[in-house]
């Protein structure tokens, strides 16, 4: 969950790639995929394919999420 968190709290910047995203996120690139489909698929996140590169967004929907999360995993990781 925390991981999730990360990289929406990334994405909240602004749009960016796989690479950026990753290590803005502090993700190992080759799992970044396995965090990010589920957030695509459930509608927090969008891609968009642009001169043959993935760019990923944050949906409304993971602005929202988003919000709830940065209120809950503070008290959780007290």
Known sequence: MVICWEILRALASGPQGP???????????????????????AGLVRVEALEGHDLYHLA???????????????????
Do not use: H, T, W
């Open 19 to 41: 690479s950026r995203l990753a290590r803005v996120a502090n993700v190992p690139f080759d799992r970044l995929g396995d965090y990010l489909n589920p957030l695509i698929s």
């Open 60 to 78: 409304p929907e993971g602005m929202q999420a988003l919000a709830d999360l940065d209120r809950v995993i503070p008290k959780l990781l007290q």
